[in-house]
């Protein structure tokens, strides 16, 4: 059994859409970062991070419970669990590669570019612009890869592809404007229109929207979520 830690951001989308594609047996548990919940004691032995997502494996090596943090190393985990969906071996390479671009480069510049966009509290004219850029780089990088390709890596459907999706589903969010944002690089909208048509998809989705989570980005929201830009309680105080 699957222990599945999560919200309906776009890193949780990404292992409940893996869980859905593989069929494993997995349970919801939702955290709601705008409560705080990611800092709670008993969430923070999963993740000493205090993100999502996590899971927790209840069968892992050896037969023993594991806890995995991270969804690309939750795909990269799953995928090598069960044998799927992690391409031939001689995708491997290509799989990492492509497997960190995302990690390293598209989730983390998009969420810079959302917060600098949506949640700072002044908007600064170079934090906006260079994100966004950085964003519509990698996406040219990605649409260049996909000409005369189904998948991202291989001839079959990876990790990578679900690594990806979890972002570009949110592409006019990321990078507000005219129209749809995936427009202006046709390969790529091609590939997501063909993941995104997936039954998977809309089970996941389905899935992780059960639950009502705060929506209000509140002051203790804002504390909840980017603590690092309060000061910490002085000691004993």
Do not use: C
């Not at 649409?143 to 189904?150: I, K, L, V």
């Not at 063909?194 to 809309?202: D, E, G, L, Q, S």
């Amino acid at each position: 059994m699957i222990r599945f830690y999560y919200n309906t951001a776009p890193n949780p989308a990404k292992v409940a859409l893996f869980l859905e594609e593989s069929g494993l047996p997995y349970e919801l548990h939702p955290i709601d970062t705008r409560k705080g919940e990611q800092h709670g004691a008993e969430f923070r032995r999963i993740n000493p991070n205090g993100k999502v997502p996590a899971i927790v494996d209840t069968d892992g090596p050896g037969g023993m419970p594991a806890t995995v943090f991270d969804s690309n190393a939750i795909l990269l985990y799953l995928g090598d669990k069960i044998g799927r969906f992690v391409g031939s071996p001689e995708d491997r390479p290509q799989l990492l590669s492509w497997l960190m671009f995302i990690a390293t480069g598209v989730g983390p510049f998009s969420g810079q570019a959302v917060h600098f966009q949506r949640a700072a509290p002044e908007k600064i004219a170079y934090a906006v612009n260079r994100y966004r850029r950085e964003v519509e780089r990698h996406y040219q990088v990605l649409d260049e890869h996909m000409a005369g390709r189904e998948f991202i890596v291989g001839a079959s459907y990876t990790i990578v592809d679900i690594a990806a999706w979890g972002w570009l589903k949110n592409a006019s969010y990321v990078l507000p404007g005219d129209g749809e944002a995936i427009a202006a690089f046709p390969n790529l909208a091609a590939w997501f229109a063909r993941v995104h048509a997936r039954p998977a998809v809309a089970r996941s989705q389905a899935a992780i929207t059960k639950h009502t989570f705060k929506t209000e980005m509140d002051d203790v929201a804002l504390r909840a979520m980017f603590p690092s830009n309060y000061p910490k309680a002085a000691a004993g105080a």
